[in-house]
């Protein structure tokens, strides 16, 4: 069993920067694929940003393209989303997740992961 702990977030003019944090007690977190994903009000889970378990290859949704950074520490068993030029439709509650391995081939669906964080909110304010 993998226990995903976030930090980070809180309120931000638009135009701010946040950065999140998810991190786990794992020796093994290297071998974990990892992504982030967000859910407004009313509105399904989203995919935001994916990383493979070396950091080898990076994914963003387009919504976030240029905007939004994945990065892994496997020394410290953290993933970060580094978040700047930030719009009030970035406002959500965003999870990270991770799955044993590397990322599942349909790592864009939220289904497909096995480990979640606790969700952290992230506010932007116009």
């Known amino acids: 069993q993998v226990q995903l702990v976030q930090s980070g977030g809180g309120v931000v003019q638009a135009g701010g920067s946040l950065r999140l944090s998810c991190a786990t007690s794992r020796s093994s977190f290297s071998w974990y694929g990892l992504s982030w994903f967000r859910q407004a009000p009313g509105k399904e889970r989203e995919f935001v940003a994916a990383i493979t378990r070396f950091g080898g290859r990076i994914y963003y949704a387009d919504s976030v393209k240029g905007r939004f950074t994945i990065s892994k520490d496997n020394a410290k068993n953290t993933v970060y989303l580094q978040m700047v030029s930030l719009k009030p439709e970035d406002t959500a509650v965003y999870y990270c997740?991770?799955?044993?391995?590397?990322?599942?081939?349909?790592?864009?669906?939220?289904?497909?992961?096995?480990?979640w964080g606790q969700g952290t909110q992230v506010t932007v304010s116009s």
């Open positions: 997740a991770a799955e044993r391995f590397e990322l599942p081939g349909s790592y864009q669906s939220s289904s497909e992961y096995d480990y």
